[in-house]
């Protein structure tokens, strides 16, 4: 009954061990600015995504949002997610759907891009930009050293792969 009660709750955590394997935490604190561009920074500053999707899957990210600097208490800002590769996909998350953007803000938020079915293999990078809401959808200068560009506004946070279904 010992061994039991010993072998149980290891057997809840294989799932945990492996399923952190297909994941990669990306840590972008080191991309930040010092001085951002308005004098507000709006960053991702952690990342957790799956290192493969396969088409017609969900591409899971979870992403911890921060915002430092004088902050209007009103914006509200769009966030568009663009995966780019063999193909390109944009995703637009509106306003009322994130807190991203609030005042001297930290939280986690979790996101679930469907990649479509019809999407060839390949490497992808994963790249997002703000937009303001409330200004005619303005682009909102994001927190990040100008490498990360990837262009239209957009800032690469990460890569991933999509892997041909069996």
Not at 46 to 67: C, F, H, I, K, Y
Not at 103 to 130: I, K, Q, T
Not at 139 to 163: H, K, N, Q, S, T
């Amino acid at each position: 009954m010992k061994l039991v009660v010993l072998i149980l709750p290891f057997l809840f955590l294989l799932p945990t061990c492996s399923d952190s394997a297909s994941r990669q935490d990306i840590d972008l604190s080191d991309a930040v600015t010092e001085n951002p561009a308005d004098g507000v920074g709006h960053y991702v500053y952690a990342m957790n995504m799956p290192r493969e999707v396969s088409p017609g899957e969900d591409l899971d990210v979870q992403m911890e949002w921060r915002t430092v600097g004088s902050v209007d208490p009103n914006a509200r800002y769009t966030m568009d997610v663009r995966l780019i590769g063999p193909a390109r996909k944009d995703f637009s998350i509106p306003a009322g759907a994130n807190t991203v953007g609030e005042l001297h803000l930290a939280n986690w938020l979790s996101y679930d891009f469907a990649v479509p079915e019809d999407f060839p293999a390949g490497d992808y990078v994963f790249a997002v930009r703000l937009r303001d809401s409330a200004r005619d959808f303005r682009e909102v200068p994001l927190g990040y050293r100008d490498e990360l560009l990837v262009g239209d506004g957009f800032y690469r946070l990460g890569e991933f792969r999509v892997i041909a279904s069996q």
